[in-house]
């Protein structure tokens, strides 16, 4: 069945030093595909998103890059600082707007 | 607060029993998602509301789950004779539209059944 899902489950960095998140998928119909952040006891929150027929988006401090040559997607968070520790999440976006999650990476940013 | 409310934050049952799980959707979202996320897990999709209609009921686990939307507004999730394999984090998340790709989640309820 479809799915997507994530590289690395944990990611350690060093404040200040840049990150960067994986994330592999399988369905390849969607339209979007998007990044929420989890801080612990929280819902998720939107990041960015990116559309099927773009490869690059950036946003504030976040750069998303998809490949749909190998279904990859990444984040890349610069000057990672100790506020984005939270589990990271891609999602896919299909018709009537649900999102399929993939399990999530944990980042840890060490001061 | 503007934001998506849930109740309860927590919800401790005993198996068999029957639960109600309410969202308060942000004013104005005429979009609503229930998930499901249990212990270290990703976000599992249960059922969307597009006004009072759900379109996509595809998500649900078995028939002892519905959900219902009135008023365009308030959502409530039911669960009915609770098994142990339903406790998890469920939450709701609404949008201004199904075309809006930004979800705006609620902090979820946590139901644990004994």
């Known amino acids: 069945g479809e799915s997507v899902g994530l590289h690395l489950p944990t990611l350690s960095v060093q404040e200040g030093d840049n990150s960067i998140i994986n994330c592999a998928y399988s369905n390849s119909a969607s339209d979007y595909f998007i990044w929420y952040k989890q801080e612990s006891g929280k819902g998720p929150q939107f990041i960015i998103d990116?559309?099927?027929?773009?490869d690059k988006r950036q946003g504030q401090r976040v750069t998303v890059l998809l490949n749909k040559t190998v279904k990859h997607l990444s984040l890349q968070i610069a000057a990672t600082q100790p506020g984005d520790s939270a589990v990271y999440f891609c999602?896919?976006?299909?018709?009537?707007?649900?999102?399929?999650f993939g399990q999530g990476t944990e980042l840890s940013v060490k001061p | 607060g503007a934001g998506v409310s849930q109740s309860p934050s927590n919800k401790v049952t005993e198996k068999g029993k029957d639960v109600e799980l309410r969202c308060d959707p942000i004013s104005g979202h005429t979009a609503l998602y229930w998930y499901r996320q249990s212990l270290g897990q990703g976000l599992e999709f249960l059922i969307y509301f597009q006004g009072n209609s759900a379109p996509d009921k595809s998500g649900l686990p078995s028939d002892r789950f519905s959900a219902e939307r009135t008023g365009g507004s308030v959502s409530t999730l039911t669960i009915q004779r609770t098994q142990q394999e339903d406790s998890a984090v469920y939450l709701c998340a609404s949008s201004l539209a199904v075309t809006i790709n930004e979800q705006f989640f609620g902090p979820g309820t946590r139901l644990t059944v004994l």
């Open positions: 990116i559309r099927s027929n773009m």
């Open positions: 999602a896919e976006k299909t018709q009537g707007g649900k999102l399929i």
